[in-house]
């Protein structure tokens, strides 16, 4: 466990790459199913490295912000589903691409303003 909250980079790269994924799977013409399955494991690695971190984040003192970003590190990746599954069935996706957005945008905020990310807002 001290490998996953030794360093943030580690999380950083399995969004980042899960969100490569989503993206290529969202706005390529056709449904891929083994392109949605590798982005469900990218799930489950986000959540297991971000509730690592959540766990180490508790000696900052600064809890109750942590899991805001947890949530909506939760809402990010359920509004990746919802487009995804919604396209597949035809369905309008434009509500979910724009809380897929603004809930990205919040979490991402958390995540550098809070003090175990990057200083960009300092």
């Given at each position: 466990m001290d490998f996953l909250t030794s360093r943030t980079d580690l999380h950083i790269t399995t969004w980042v790459v899960g969100i490569v994924i989503f993206l290529i799977a969202a706005l390529s013409?056709?449904?891929s199913k083994g392109l949605h399955m590798t982005l469900r494991l990218f799930y489950i690695l986000?959540?297991?490295?971000?509730g690592a971190l959540f766990i180490e984040a508790?000696?900052?003192?600064?809890?109750m912000l942590y899991g805001f970003k947890f949530i909506g590190g939760i809402l990010v990746i359920g509004?990746?589903?919802?487009v995804l599954v919604r396209q597949k069935k035809n369905k309008p996706t434009t509500m979910f691409w724009i809380l897929f957005v603004v809930f990205l945008l919040i979490t991402m905020f958390l995540g550098f303003k809070l003090p175990m990310g990057f200083s960009f807002f300092a």
């Open positions: 013409g056709k449904q986000i959540i297991i490295t971000g508790m000696k900052f003192g600064q809890g509004m990746m589903e919802m």
